[in-house]
C-alpha cells in the first residue's frame, strides 16, 4: 500500500470544504490515505475523513499550539517519517504555500504548487503554465513527492472508510529564527475566495476601496466572495488575499462575476476555469467581453445596488 499524507486546513475550528476535494483526489486503489491534523481537534473530524476514504487520522501535537511555519513544517516531516509516509499533498492556499515549501525544503524533496491533477502511482503532477495556457505533465523523482492542490480542482467522491486516530508528539525543534509576532484571521463565517462557489470582483472601474463596499454587500446577499484585480491591489484598495489571477488566487468558482475589469491576460489566467463569467463593464471593447458568457454594458454603481436590493427583496 502507498501511504499518501493529507495536510488537512482548518476555518473556525472546521475542516475547510476544500480538503473534501483533495482528499478525493488522493483515493485510488493501493492508496492508505493519513490525514495530518495539527493543533486541532484531530476525533471531532474523524467521521468527516472517513467518509471519503482516510484510514487514519494522525493527531500532531505541535509545541506551542499556535501556527509557527517552520515549527509546523518541522512536525509534519516527523509525522511523515514516523509513518512510513513519503508522498505529502496539501493545499495551494496561503498557509499551504508558506507551510509545503518549507517542509519540501527540510526533505529535500520536489514540489509541484497548483495541481489541477495528480497521478499519484506514475508520481506525476498536472498543473498550468504560460498563464494558463498550456497545461503540463511534470515527473517528480526521488524519495519524498510534495503536491499543492488548487482548491476546487477535483469535485468531492465520497468513498467510505473507518479511520483510526493516532496520537503523535512532535519533537519541539531548535530556533528557526523566525518569531509569529500575531496571526489576523480572516472574518469568521467569510467565504474563502480559493473556495468559493461565486465569486464577484472587482477592477479599475471600481476607482477606490471604499467602493468595494458596493461588491461586498452584494456578496453578502448571494453567498459569495469578493475577489479584485492586481490593479486594485497595487492602488490598495483591497488587501492581497483578494487577488485573482496570475500572481494572485487561481479560482474555480461555478460563477465568476467582473466588475469593472478589464479582462487582461494575467487576470484571465487566474479564474478562465470558471464555470460561468458574468462581466459588468461601460467597456463594449474590453477584453473581458470576448471571454464571458454574459456580459452588461453599463454602470455597475447602478446595476449592483440593484442586484443587491433584488436579492434582498427575493431573501
Known amino acids: ?139 517528480l523523482t526521488g524519495r519524498h513527492h510534495i503536491y499543492g492542490i488548487r482548491a476546487g480542482a477535483v469535485s468531492p467522491a465520497p468513498r467510505a472508510a473507518a479511520a483510526e486516530v493516532h496520537a503523535f508528539s512532535a519533537v519541539e525543534p531548535t530556533a528557526s529564527g523566525i518569531e509569529v509576532l500575531s496571526t489576523r ?30 461588491l461586498q454587500d452584494c456578496a453578502r446577499a448571494m453567498g459569495a466572495a469578493v475577489g479584485a484585480s492586481r490593479v486594485a491591489v497595487d492602488e490598495g484598495w483591497v488587501p492581497y488575499t483578494f487577488q485573482v489571477g496570475q500572481t494572485g488566487s487561481k479560482v474555480n468558482p461555478k460563477v465568476y462575476i467582473a466588475c469593472g475589469i478589464s479582462g487582461s491576460v494575467q487576470h484571465f489566467a487566474g479564474m478562465k476555469s470558471s464555470e460561468m463569467i458574468i462581466a459588468v463593464n461601460k467597456d463594449p471593447g474590453a477584453a473581458i467581453i470576448g471571454k464571458c458568457d454574459y456580459y452588461i454594458v453599463g454602470d455597475l454603481f447602478e446595476i449592483i445596488p440593484e442586484v443587491t436590493r433584488a436579492l434582498g427583496a427575493a431573501g
Open 1 to 139: 500500500m502507498k501511504k499518501i499524507g493529507l495536510f488537512i486546513e482548518f476555518k473556525d475550528d472546521e475542516i475547510k470544504p476544500a480538503n473534501d476535494g483533495m482528499v478525493t483526489m488522493a483515493q485510488g486503489d493501493g492508496h492508505e490515505l493519513f490525514a495530518l491534523v495539527v493543533n486541532a481537534d484531530a476525533a471531532a473530524c474523524r467521521e468527516r475523513l472517513s467518509a471519503y476514504g482516510v484510514s487514519a487520522v494522525v493527531d500532531i501535537t505541535a509545541g506551542g499550539g499556535a501556527w509557527h511555519p517552520d515549527g509546523w513544517a518541522d512536525a509534519v516531516v516527523q509525522a511523515m517519517n514516523a509513518c512510513g509516509i513519503e508522498t505529502l499533498m496539501g493545499l495551494t492556499s496561503p498557509q499551504g504555500r508558506d507551510l509545503l515549501p518549507r517542509i519540501a525544503a527540510v526533505l529535500d524533496a520536489p514540489l509541484v504548487m497548483d495541481c489541477v491533477g495528480v497521478d499519484l502511482d506514475r508520481n506525476v503532477a498536472r498543473t498550468t503554465q504560460y498563464s494558463g495556457k498550456a497545461m503540463a505533465e511534470i515527473q
Open 185 to 214: 484571521p480572516g472574518e469568521a463565517g467569510t467565504v474563502d475566495l480559493a473556495e468559493a462557489d461565486i465569486i464577484i470582483a472587482g477592477g479599475r472601474g471600481m476607482k477606490s476601496g471604499e467602493n468595494f463596499k458596493l
